[in-house]
């Protein structure tokens, strides 16, 4: 805080009851009562993105919106009434915006723009950029019930950039779709409410134990999954499309050093990237199959480890406290996979659901690094203490690992995973999860409108090699394989006995070699079959070799 | 039939659903009958989409204009409501249809309303087709029978299939919920004893309840004469709902005394589907494998009560996108060996 102006009543002197004596005159908590129009102009502007086009265009959203706004109102009004009644001062202080928050919100607002200009519907429009309107309206919101709460509980409000990294933070990782997009309110009440109440003693400070925004995430995602009601969300496609964006991970990289270099989570982001990327080759190395589908770390995750993890607040202060706390981590995503994907959960809540877990430990790690004695090669590694310099050797050897795993092709490109002829021969050689993992992509491009990967997966039902047989399910799936107008789906429903296989359309490769989400649907046929050749898709290959 | 009841997938996978499905479907009538050039088909079975709603006098008679067809003076049909709610009749309105050749395709020199995928390759006209014996159904099968069918199985159809009264043809069915249809009744069939003995002993050796192929269909539309219509060789409209302005219960014009077979509605009312993959080429006497690399057509026959007479004719071959749930679109069922 470099500058503090003040209006409305003066604070009282520190230590000095804020009580106004019974016979005080009437000015003191009329001018205290001013301090509700912060929130109020809230409220309008929640009033006013409610009549935009966007939140009109779906009742929904509209309704949320004002109801937020009622709810904001009706707040403030209680704290006029309850300020008047009792006589209390209250006031807002406005400061020089601080470091840790403008920084990290300039990095997740590039982060926006980046991703949202690439993910872009066949209708033209821009799903990240249509939700702006209601970004602000969130923020609106989060800056109506932070400075509510404080003004309840505190003296003063301090008015700072704080909301904007927890409302760009909750929205880099999870949108409730427009039915229930009331729920959106609730998180962000959730993570402010927690940033509040939820607090302990650290180093002789209280201070709140939960990022706000990993704390809202991470108990939301926990109810969605134990509810089975992870489809109101748009978490996995904004997850799997931020892979749209060209060369994704090195603009997460880049923006990531930004925050090392003034906040120095160095050590957190690379030992968690590491962990993941280690237990990865293992697990590649055993098994002879990526562990995570189709990325070595996915991306929605390495964008956790740059900006859901490292809050200074809640994680370790020490170099080997955010070494442990990294590691954690990293080895968590990496369980937490399996066991969301075993309970035919969405994978998709691995890197939300143990941040709140890791912060409610930080306490514990603090103690056990504690006890680590500090030696001449800790001392020369910089883990001693966390000093700028210390830092700067840190982040250049960050820099080097993340070119040493782009060299190696396990960042942006292709990944073997992407491959299904790749995962065909996996499940033929009965790898781990192979079979497993076909199926699912098979169903993901069979719900995508792959009329070839209905038929597959109507096959595997019939044929109950790689899955239960199910005859049921088997028709349905050649049903519509037969919609798509794949033929051999049609043959396979009036003749289920003798199951009929043919290669992908052109069609169907659009949707298979997408990587992620590329858009393929204007590429040239003969680009498309090269394509579909290095995708190890064997008949593309004799195409393109009878094309020349 | 108006645009809106058109099947549609719509996008709804932010970003997932690469096209729109609903414009690549209403292309989809098109190409097979360009190839087989029938651009005049085409636009007369697309333009039906756009024309009076085919339930709009649902349960009564047709509308004034509608072609110089004898009406009924039979009663109407009944149903079995204990049956699946096939016809009240012996063998549940399947009709035997002899096994021997028939003449199938179109000679031009005979009709010169035919199409050219109607002529056979090689010299152009008819050729001969052996057929085994096989059953086909009287009426088309009716939303009464296909209610009776998403009841029992829960499946997910179109809306508009079921609007009207039981006694109309079931239409917007997608070639998949056709093949559905007759798995489910097959099986229904099998088991029960409400199935007539005979019946049920041929499903259990080997007769399937099926779509009939467009030889079967044709076969039992025009008979063994070559004929052009269900009901001779006049251009004429016979008792049937063709060029119409709405649908008609199945069997309304009653046909039985004239047309082939005693079938009703083979002409015109709605379009039947097959189980015959369609080429824009004539059919020659064999069902060729299908190219599986290409998008799927399957062959409807029969024209539709919003068709002209000529589209009309036993001969006349139409393909559709399998997908497509229309208006104009239903389907009959045959009962045959593998």
Redesign the interface.
């Known amino acids: 805080m470099t500058s503090t102006r003040q209006h409305g009543v003066q604070p009282p002197e520190r230590g000095k009851a804020t009580r106004a004596p019974r016979n005080a005159p009437p000015s003191t908590p009329r001018s205290s009562g001013w301090v509700i129009v912060f929130p109020l102009i809230a409220a309008v502007l929640l009033f006013a993105i409610s009549l935009s086009d966007r939140a009109r265009g779906a009742g929904t959203v509209a309704l949320s919106l004002q109801g937020a706004a009622v709810a904001v109102v009706a707040l403030s009004l209680a704290l006029l009434v309850w300020l008047r009644k009792t006589g209390v001062t209250r006031t807002i202080e406005f400061t020089g915006a601080r470091k840790q928050h403008y920084i990290q919100a300039m990095v997740q607002l590039s982060i926006f723009l980046y991703w949202g200009w690439y ?5 033209g429009t821009r ?1 990240v950029y249509l939700m702006a309107p209601l970004i602000l309206a969130q923020l609106a919101f989060a800056y109506a019930i932070d400075a509510l709460v404080s003004l309840w509980r505190r003296e003063k409000y301090v008015f700072g950039f704080g909301p904007f990294p927890i409302i760009f933070s909750i929205n880099l990782f999870l949108w409730f779709r427009d039915d229930w997009f009331y729920l959106q309110f609730v998180m962000i009440a959730v993570g402010v409410l927690g940033k509040e109440f939820i607090r302990w003693e650290r180093e002789g400070r209280k201070v709140h134990i939960f990022n706000p925004s990993a704390f809202a995430l991470g108990l939301f995602s926990l109810i969605l999954v134990l509810t089975s009601s992870t489809g109101m969300t ?1 978490g996995p ?1 904004i997850a ?2 931020l892979r ?1 964006a060209p060369r994704i991970y090195l603009y997460l990289f880049l923006g990531g050093l930004v925050v090392m270099y003034f906040f120095r989570i160095t050590l957190l982001t690379m030992t968690a990237a590491a962990t993941l990327f280690g237990l990865g080759a293992a697990y590649y190395a055993i098994t002879g199959v990526p562990y995570f589908l189709d990325t070595e770390i996915p991306t929605a995750v390495f964008l956790g480890l740059h900006l859901l993890i490292t809050d200074p607040s809640t994680s370790p202060r020490t170099p080997p406290g955010k070494i442990v706390f990294g590691v954690l981590y990293g080895a968590s995503v990496f369980g937490l996979y399996t066991i969301l994907g075993s309970f035919g959960a969405p994978t998709f809540y691995d890197k939300l659901l143990a941040v709140p877990l890791l912060n409610l430990s930080v306490r514990w790690i603090d103690r056990m690094v504690a006890g680590i004695p500090v030696t001449s090669i800790w001392k020369k590694l910089g883990l001693d203490a966390l000093e700028h310099r210390a830092n700067l050797m840190h982040m250049s050897v960050w820099i080097a690992f993340f070119a040493g795993m782009t060299l190696l092709g396990k960042t942006d490109g292709r990944h073997t995973g992407d491959s299904l002829p790749f995962w065909g021969e996996a499940c033929s050689n009965e790898l781990p999860n192979a079979c497993k993992r076909l199926l699912l992509l098979e169903t993901t491009y069979c ?3 792959s009329g070839w990967a209905c038929n597959e997966v109507g096959r595997h039902y019939t044929e109950g090699r790689i899955t239960a047989m199910n005859e049921d399910r088997a ?1 349905g799936y ?3 394989a ?10 396979n ?2 003749d289920p006995g003798s199951v ?1 296989e ?2 992908p ?1 052109a069609f169907d490769l ?2 298979l070699l997408r990587e992620g ?1 590329l ?1 393929l ?1 204007d590429m040239p046929e003969p680009q498309l079959y090269t394509r579909a050749c290095e995708h190890g898709w064997a008949f593309a290959c004799n195409r393109v070799a009878g094309a020349l | 039939m108006n645009r809106a009841s058109y099947t549609t ?1 719509d ?1 709804t ?9 609903a414009s690549m479907a209403s292309d ?1 009538m098109i190409p097979g009958l360009r190839n087989s050039g029938m651009m005049l088909l085409s636009a007369i079975v697309l333009g039906s989409v756009t024309a009076t709603p085919g339930h709009a006098q649902a349960g009564g008679p047709p509308a004034r204009g509608a072609p110089q067809a004898t009406a009924r003076m039979a009663p109407l049909p009944t149903f079995r409501a204990d049956a699946w709610g096939l016809p009240d009749e012996p063998q549940l309105g399947f009709v035997e249809i002899s096994g021997g050749p028939f003449l199938m395709g179109s000679d031009p020199r005979l009709d010169p309303e035919s199409f050219e995928n109607e002529h056979w390759p090689g010299d152009g006209t008819m050729g001969t087709v052996d057929l085994p014996t096989y059953y086909i159904s009287r009426y088309e099968v009716t939303i009464g029978q296909f209610r009776a069918f998403v009841e029992a199985t829960g499946r997910t159809v179109d809306p508009q299939a079921l609007l009207a009264p039981d006694s109309y043809p079931v239409i917007f069915v ?3 919920d056709a ?2 249809y007759t ?1 489910w009744l097959e099986g229904e069939m099998k088991k029960s004893a409400t199935t007539p003995p005979a019946l049920r002993e041929m499903l259990n050796t080997g007769w399937r309840v ?1 779509l009939p192929t467009e030889a079967e269909w044709e076969k039992a539309a025009r008979g063994t004469d070559g004929r052009i219509f269900p009901w001779g060789d006049e251009e004429i409209a016979g008792p049937a709902n063709i060029a119409g302005r709405s649908l008609t219960p199945v069997g309304y014009f009653d046909c039985s005394a004239v047309c082939a077979n005693g079938l009703e509605d083979m002409s015109g009312n709605v379009w039947e589907w097959t ?1 015959t ?1 369609f080429s824009g080429t004539g059919y020659g006497g064999v069902t060729t494998a ?9 062959v409807m026959r029969g024209g539709s009560y919003a068709d002209a007479l000529n589209l009309n004719r036993v001969a006349v071959r139409g393909g559709a ?3 497509a749930r229309r208006g104009f679109i239903g389907f009959r069922l045959a009962i045959t060996r593998d």
């Open positions: 993910w872009q519907l066949t209708n799903p748009w496609e799997s499309t749209l719900t995508d409108n028709f050649y049903s519509r037969c919609e798509l107008r794949y033929q051999a789906g049609c043959l429903l009036l009929t043919a290669n359309r659009r949707l989400g858009n649907l | 997938r996008e996978g932010m970003g997932r659903k690469p096209r729109d499905r989809r997608s070639w998949p093949v559905a798995r099926t189980r993959p299908p190219d599986l690399e290409a998008d799927a057509l399957w996108d399998p997908g």
